[in-house]
């Protein structure tokens, strides 16, 4: 079993920054992928960034220029600094990895969510 825990989600203003951080932890041979995703009421979860297992990052068009994926590997953890927030980046933000286990399975797993609020 893999474990997601996420901090630092918060109310900022807009224009302001927040830096979101996952760390994974349990059964775990190797990350093939993690990163950020969110869901704003009403909407669909959608992918904000995310890094492969290459390091290869991918980003979603609306966040592109603001905001910036990094990672720590040796601590299985990723991080997403946020600037030049707007209110439409309001949304719960979950982390995802895609990890292969120690018996050669992959699977997805999810954090709790985190709460990001953009408003004045």
């Known amino acids: 079993q893999v474990q997601l825990v996420e901090s630092g989600g918060g109310l900022v203003q807009p224009g302001g920054s927040l830096r979101l951080s996952c760390a994974a932890s349990?059964?775990?041979?190797?990350?093939?992928?993690m990163g950020w995703y969110r869901q704003a009421p009403g909407a669909q979860r959608e992918l904000v960034a995310t890094?492969?297992?290459?390091?290869?990052?991918n980003y979603a068009d609306s966040v592109k220029g603001r905001f910036t994926i990094s990672r720590d590997n040796a601590k299985n953890t990723v991080y997403l600094q946020m600037n030049s927030l707007k209110p439409e980046d309001t949304a719960v933000y979950y982390c995802?990895?895609?990890?292969?286990?120690?018996?050669?399975?992959?699977?997805?797993?999810w954090g709790q969510g985190t709460q990001v609020t953009v408003s004045s």
């Open positions: 349990g059964s775990i041979f190797r990350i093939n992928a």
């Open positions: 995802n990895a895609r990890v292969l286990s120690y018996r050669s399975a992959i699977n997805d797993y």
């Open positions: 890094f492969t297992s290459d390091g290869i990052t």
